[in-house]
């Protein structure tokens, strides 16, 4: 297939929809021989934070020489972007050479009266040949939604599995508490393999501690009683940690914005004790690591005169970061939001999240199938906010907002992570 047809064949396949389940993306990494069994795997799981946490690690593997693979979903600007190796996104052959291979499996599953697999696990599947055949050092692997049913928890033996921050999204599917939810995300644990996670609430905590015991697997939690934080300002932040092991990290800087990536630091700091019984990393590649992490789309200032931040934050949860950072920097400032999001976010719970900060908000409608509509999100902002205006589209929304908006003012556009591809057009 050429780049045409290769995305074409993807957009047909978008028709089978998202389904938890690990049947079918074992049937189909069998008839491709199995290559998740041959990769070194790291494997997150978790609500909020989980892109993070990768991109820390990845930036420090990446200092100290290694080639880490990873596959991100979604995208931000295009669609190769979903398997990377380092800073390097896979060619345009290459995503045809092994879409190829992932499509004559896939009609041969049909034909043999199977279901036709789903984008995500065709995806999961071409992140395992390739980063097998490119032989990387370590494949770093996030979830797509929960956990024990997520196809990429058809892997069997990780090198350490990864618990992020937990809260409320996909309750249709994970569960309505957060015990349920934490126990579908513990769902990746593998019997005897070490488990790091984010300090999360003691329900959370509880969840994760009893399915680790369940399959004799050693738990390791961030411990806030650790950290020290120096500074925090709109250049990152500087800290000090003393890993659970003793081993002390003074004066680190990450450039990534908010409290919630120290703390995501912090996390990834506890997965690199674990890693080095497989790996070598000198304390500078750490530091530096850290410091030089890049994450787009997560807090990330665009402009400087107007302050414009873009944050992908599209859970209660992810609203909350969003709000602390704002506190913290912005409370004598005039704030103006531009939101959307996808109709099955909680949405209202977010507006009202947000509201203590600013009484101006513009609504716009994200490029999506599942995206709210302006107008609806407007009528729901109305309650907590004096100034709500629908707008069309992003671009033209926020070039009318730059246009009238003062230069001591700070934009926040918000909602889902599709936000910056439009903003950058």
């Known amino acids: 297939m050429n780049y045409q047809e290769t995305m074409e064949f993807i957009g047909r396949a978008n028709k089978f929809g998202s389904v938890l389940g690990l049947d079918n993306i074992r049937e189909l990494l069998r008839r491709l021989n199995n290559p998740q069994d041959r990769l070194k795997i790291v494997h997150i799981a978790g609500t909020n ?10 930036s420090v593997f990446k200092e100290q020489g290694y080639e880490a693979g990873r596959y991100v979903s979604p995208a931000s600007f295009c669609y190769e972007e979903r398997f990377r190796i380092n800073d390097q996104i896979i060619s345009k052959d290459d995503l045809c050479f092994y879409m190829e291979k992932i499509k ?12 036709h697999p789903t984008v995500f696990e065709m995806e999961t599947a071409l992140s395992f040949l390739y980063f097998l055949d490119k032989k990387v050092d370590v494949v770093l692997l996030e979830t797509g939604l929960g956990g024990r049913l997520d196809a990429t928890n058809v892997i ?53 501690t009893e399915k680790a015991k369940q399959k004799h697997s050693p738990v390791t939690f961030t411990d806030p009683e650790r950290l020290v934080i120096f500074s925090e300002s709109l250049d990152g932040a500087e800290f000090s940690y003393v890993c659970t092991d003793g081993t002390e990290y003074r004066n680190m800087v990450i450039g990534l914005l908010g409290r919630h990536q120290i703390y995501n630091a912090v996390t990834a700091l506890e997965v690199l004790q674990i890693l080095k019984n497989s790996y070598l990393f000198l304390q500078d590649s750490i530091r530096d690591g850290l410091r030089n992490a890049v994450w787009d789309g997560r807090l990330q200032r665009i402009s400087a005169v107007p302050a414009v931040f873009c944050d ?3 859970n209660p949860d992810g609203a909350q970061s969003l709000l602390q950072f704002l506190e913290k920097n912005f409370t004598n400032k005039k704030i103006i939001y531009i939101m959307g999001v996808l109709s099955d976010k909680d949405y209202l719970k977010m507006l009202k999240i947000m509201s203590p900060m600013s009484n101006e908000i513009y609504t716009v409608t994200p490029e999506s199938d599942r995206a709210l509509p302006a107008k609806e999100l407007a009528e729901a902002a109305r309650p907590f906010y004096n100034c709500v205006t629908a707008g069309g589209s992003l671009r033209e929304c926020y070039q009318k907002v730059r246009n009238h908006c003062g230069q001591d003012d700070v934009i926040v556009v918000f909602g889902t992570l599709s936000f910056l591809k439009e903003l950058r057009g």
């Open 156 to 208: 069997t033996k990780p090198l350490c599995t990864v618990i992020a921050s937990i809260g409320f999204d996909h309750t249709q599917y994970l569960g309505s508490t957060i015990k349920e939810i934490a126990g579908e995300k513990a769902g990746i644990i593998k019997e005897g393999c070490p488990v790091i996670s984010y300090f999360n609430n003691a329900e959370a905590n509880g969840m994760i």
């Open 312 to 314: 992908g934050a599209h």
């Open 49 to 58: 934070g989980k892109g993070s946490i990768l991109a820390f690690l990845a």
């Open 104 to 115: 004559k499996a896939s009609e041969e599953m049909v034909r043999d009266g199977k279901e």
